[in-house]
């Protein structure tokens, strides 16, 4: 199991770093916000961070709506082989 | 260019691939090689306003009309052939070599069409010569999904052409232009381009075929089907508003399927519906502005999406699945694949700096401007699903996330080389869109790099990163499950065989009683006429010469009974 330690991303440190840097420019994201005129052609991006929020809420949004489309549309990966066999 | 040499250039594709399956292999590798090579570099010496036409049966065919509009096409379509056939160079398949080199032929000839006559040959060649690449995975999955995908593209061609008939009919013209979709002609035009478009509820053989294709057959038809379909719509349906709904909805629906489904290539599938959205919203809104963003878009998507399929195609090639419950890890036995995956993620993700960030910008800019902000707000949502299922889900599952345990070969070296001039593409039009720019159909007034848009497009894009980490680290993000997920597809692959399997039961049960019953009814005829006919019926007996004396005397004596009390 040294192999493991031969890649970079096998460390969990590394990782959090990642997570951590992550974080930092996307919070340099937002108050950069702050620095520079608006000229918006809708009126929501007058909002501070508009794009930063809408993208955080609608990717979970997205996500999260998928596990329940699953709820409707999930079948076994051999479904539609089956279907020709027993027919 | 003098007038003699000028003939349409999907021909050089066409016709040259004729004797390709005739070469022994050595040979054939050069040879296919040139054939795209040399096609771009005719392209490019064409001029807008170069044309050539043909008298046919009274018509006059114009097959070869360049302008501005299909020259964007015709470069990236020609760049793409160059790339798709570098890509599958080390393979050694006769049909696959012949019918890609064809159906990029057709697909290019397609976009020259300046009649409707010549678009239509075209366009039933693009179908007919692209479904070889899905058979030739040469099992009986790809062979059903083939058959489904052919017939699908066949009634796209046979409704354009009754579109087509009824036009000229109308008409007298059959000019490919602007058609509009008032009349039934324009309509069934539409909907034939709307089937290779992948409208919503049409769109579905796209997810169904391309994951089914050959892991190079798939780069080839990532690029053209598709593209053409847009270009059509943008020749025949400029400003038409019922495709800025149609669009916003193909950006929306198939990135929630993308979330949940297994196969990386059908997530690609999916993605690429979702881009062709963008591009059908900035026909439908149809003025400069958004018309050059769907040119533009259409440029970038082909090389980026044909750069993800690449490296999709890679994985496939080297360990025999694209599916991401048997994937990860692959980064530490594949880095430049995974390197050249991240670029074309970095690129449909319209990353600053990257090639989809060049383009997008001007659809997105012209829905605001149109003042369609409900459209907006879904594409900035749709921007973050792309974000979602290409720009974090391929890479991570295939080449991270959880350690597969494969240590796979690195691609062969002329994918790599195919993947790398791609990426190499995708960059240099990020960080210096001029010469797309300027081959754009209108003027082009649209600054990409502008304080705003860097900032609120790395907002958006680092945000739904750091949205990704949270559902990682709570656990809240789905699984990969190995599993079918229904679609649209269920209909004719499910629906109506069980539907049209019970009809055909009912018939058969009632056939049955109705025969039963007959056979009954006739079987009780003939034992009925056994019994008085047969051996011993009364009818068959043969009486003596006494018997029939006394039956006559009897009937005598009735009578005579009858006469006289009468």
């Known amino acids: 199991m040294d192999k493991k330690s031969e890649y970079w991303l096998d460390q969990p440190g590394n990782i959090k770093l990642l997570i951590r840097i992550t974080m930092v420019i996307s919070a340099g994201l937002l108050f950069a916000d702050l620095l520079y005129e608006k000229h918006p052609k809708v009126a929501v991006e007058y909002w501070f961070g508009f794009y930063g929020f809408y993208g955080f809420i609608c990717f979970c949004a997205i996500v999260l709506a998928g596990k329940y489309l699953r709820k409707i549309v999930m079948r076994d990966e051999d479904y539609y082989e089956r279907g020709t066999k027993d027919e | 260019m003098s007038d003699l040499l000028l003939f349409n250039p999907g021909l050089i594709l066409i016709l040259g691939a004729l004797p390709l399956p005739f070469l022994p292999l050595a040979l054939r590798r050069i040879y296919v090689m040139a054939l795209p090579v040399i096609t771009f570099a005719y392209v490019l010496g064409l001029d807008a306003g170069a044309s050539q036409t043909l008298s046919y049966f009274g018509y006059e065919l114009e097959v070869l009309r360049v302008d501005r509009l299909s020259l964007v096409w015709a470069y990236v379509f020609s760049i793409a052939a160059c790339l798709g056939v570098l890509y599958s160079l080390h393979q050694d398949d006769r049909l696959q070599d012949t019918t890609a080199v064809i159906y990029a032929g057709s697909g290019l000839g ?59 009919n109308q008409t007298g013209s059959i000019a490919f232009n602007a058609i509009g979709i008032e009349s039934l002609a324009g309509k069934l035009i539409f909907i034939a381009f709307g089937i290779k478009c992948a409208f919503p509820l049409l769109h579905n053989w796209l997810q169904d075929a391309y994951p089914e294709a050959t892991a190079t057959g798939t780069v080839m038809l990532s690029v053209f089907t598709t593209k053409l379909a847009v270009y059509a719509l943008a020749r025949g349906y400029a400003g038409t508003d019922i495709l800025i709904y149609i669009g916003v909805t193909m950006t929306a629906f198939p990135i929630f399927f993308a979330v949940i489904e297994n196969n990386l290539r059908k997530v690609l599938a999916y993605s690429l519906n979702n881009q062709l959205g963008f591009m059908v919203v900035g026909i439908g809104i149809g003025s400069e502005l958004s018309l050059n963003g769907t040119a533009a878009h259409a440029f970038v998507h082909i090389l980026y999406k044909a750069l993800l399929f690449m490296s999709m195609g890679a994985v496939l090639h080297r360990t025999g699945t694209t599916k991401a419950t048997e994937l990860g890890g692959l980064y530490k036995s594949m880095p430049f694949t995974t390197v050249f995956c991240t670029i074309g993620a970095m690129s449909i993700s319209a990353f600053p700096l990257f090639s989809g960030f060049i383009a997008k910008g001007m659809v997105l800019t012209a829905a605001a ?198």
């Open chain 2, 369 to 566: 401007g149109e003042g369609y902000w409900g459209v907006w707000l879904v594409l900035v949502m749709a921007s973050a699903g792309v974000m979602e299922h290409s720009g974090i889900k391929i890479p991570y599952f295939a080449f991270f996330a959880h350690d597969s345990g494969k240590r796979p070969k690195e691609a062969p070296l002329n994918m790599l080389l195919a993947m790398g001039i791609t990426a190499f593409l995708s960059i240099f039009l990020g960080v210096y869109p001029d010469p797309l720019y300027d081959i754009l159909p209108y003027p082009v007034d649209f600054a990409p790099y502008t304080i705003a848009h860097v900032i609120t497009q790395l907002q958006l894009l680092m945000f739904s990163v750091l949205a990704f980490i949270f559902l990682i680290k709570s656990g809240l993000y789905p699984d990969e499950i190995p599993s079918t997920n229904l679609d649209f597809d269920v209909i004719y692959r499910r629906f109506a065989p069980k539907v049209i399997q019970n009809i055909g039961r009912s018939i058969a049960t009632v056939d049955t009683g109705f025969r039963k019953s007959a056979l009954e009814l006739i079987g009780g005829i003939m034992r009925w006429v056994e019994r008085t006919h047969g051996q011993n019926g009364i009818l068959a007996k043969t009486s003596t010469a006494g018997v029939m004396i006394a039956w006559v005397v009897s009937l005598l004596v009735v009578y005579l009974v009858f006469y006289f009390i009468g």
């Open chain 2, 110 to 168: 397609a976009v020259f069409a300046g009649d409707m006559i010549t678009l239509f040959v075209f366009w039933e060649l693009t179908a007919i010569s692209s479904v070889f690449l899905i058979w030739a995975n040469r099992n009986e999955r790809a062979y059903r999904a083939g058959m489904r995908y052919l017939i699908i593209q066949i009634a796209s061609g046979v409704i354009l052409l009754a579109g087509v008939l009824l036009w000229i």
